[in-house]
């Protein structure tokens, strides 16, 4: 269960954003949408959705885009660069896309983030020195790197430096570590400036048990969609031929209830490719057996609801957090709606998976779908091009900036009420255009 994902000085957040998942205090109504686990004696919380709200640019993907990077750079251990992702975030394998644009002197990039896993809360902390701006060959650095257990500092990395602490996890140590403690801080003084201590030195030689722990998380528990464009490639189906396309229960069903042209869809390897793709099942007078690939019959929504569902379905099963990166492309919001249903459904998802998802769509913005604390804006200052993030819980219930319960949350936002939208006009462009004063209309 997320709880809290901070960065700093990540491209156009210069300033800290913290997307907290933490129900706010003094929030009332939709309980259904907290999950809450007991763990040393005291009750952690944590929100089930989050819908993020902003105008075009203004940093949403970048948000979400960011999470995609830590888990990236956590997973390969390091903060060098790596083949570019097939899912197109570049910044998760070039590092040096994060850096602020606009300043020839960024600081250092930093992450934060905080996690129930376990039955223990982890907070993970990473600060790297990358440089500026497509600087591909500045010597990076790892300035900071600390994990802490259940509030307790386990270990805190610097440059020159290492502070271990052993004794919130004393039963998860690796074996005959205790006599050995000087030894292993020698060896993560002499890290590589550019490797992580948690994936390197801190799983081998400390507490493989606790690194496994966190590591799994990140992929297996943070469940990263960059971009609207199809998402076929983080699944695979359990099942697979090579001339009968597999039909799997749970995807078709969902499939025909959202709305499919064909009889029903599977996945299949074509003959001469590794990849599954994704077949329209055709029966009937002289059709029979038919198979089509799906993106040359059905719609590019139904085909990205196919493919967005078996995460869905991964998140809620594990109790994973599901980040998705405008979620309802494609997609009509009643579908949506069912969706969300699931996630604040205590008696189907069961294990507090979340869902965090960026939109232009008005319609989630209602206190009878969403708490207060789940509406989340991001804003970008035209002047300095720095982005902001805040809830809609922040303005508070009071004042003539108060936002009770119950009000009409869709007609404030259009009234720009709490920011986050954009006025556009696109009038005098199409004046010259028409006028002959553009180029627009010559182009061939």
Partial sequence: MLLEFAISNYKSFV?????????????????????????GGKNVKGLSCAVIYGP????????IGAMDTLKAVVSRGNICDAPPAANKNRASSQLSLIPNSSSSRPGPVRFRIKFVEGGSVYEYLLEADLGSFADDDYDREVLEES?????APVFCRKPDSIELNIQPIKDR???????????????????????LFLTGVFKTFVSPPVASEVLSWFDR???????????????????MATSTPYIEGAVNE?????????????YMIPEGESEPRLFSLFEGDGVRGRVLP?????????????DIFPLVARAIVTGATLVVDEFDASIHPMALMSILSVFHNDEINTKGAQLIFDTHNPVFLNGNVLRRDEIKFVERDLGTGNSQHYSLSDFGTSGPGGVRQGKDYMKGYFLDRYGAISDIDFTPIFERIVEGRGDAHNGK
């Fill in 147 to 151: 994990l802490s257990v259940n509030g």
């Fill in 173 to 195: 140590l690796a074996a005959g570590l205790e006599g050995k403690v000087d030894a292993v801080v020698d060896l993560a003084v002499n890290l590589s400036p550019t490797d």
């Fill in 15 to 39: 300033d800290e954003a913290v997307l907290s998942m933490v129900p706010a205090p003094k929030q009332k109504g939709l309980s259904y949408s907290i999950h809450t686990e007991k763990i």
């Fill in 56 to 63: 075009n640019a203004s940093g949403k993907t970048t948000l």
């Fill in 254 to 266: 969902a499939a025909q209830a959202f709305g499919i042209s064909s009889n029903a869809v599977g």
């Fill in 221 to 239: 528990k943070l469940l990263t969609v960059y971009h609207a464009d199809r998402v076929r490639v983080l699944y695979r189906p359990a099942k």
């Fill in 294 to 306: 799906a993106e040359d019959y059905e719609s590019y929504g139904t085909l990205r609801f196919v």
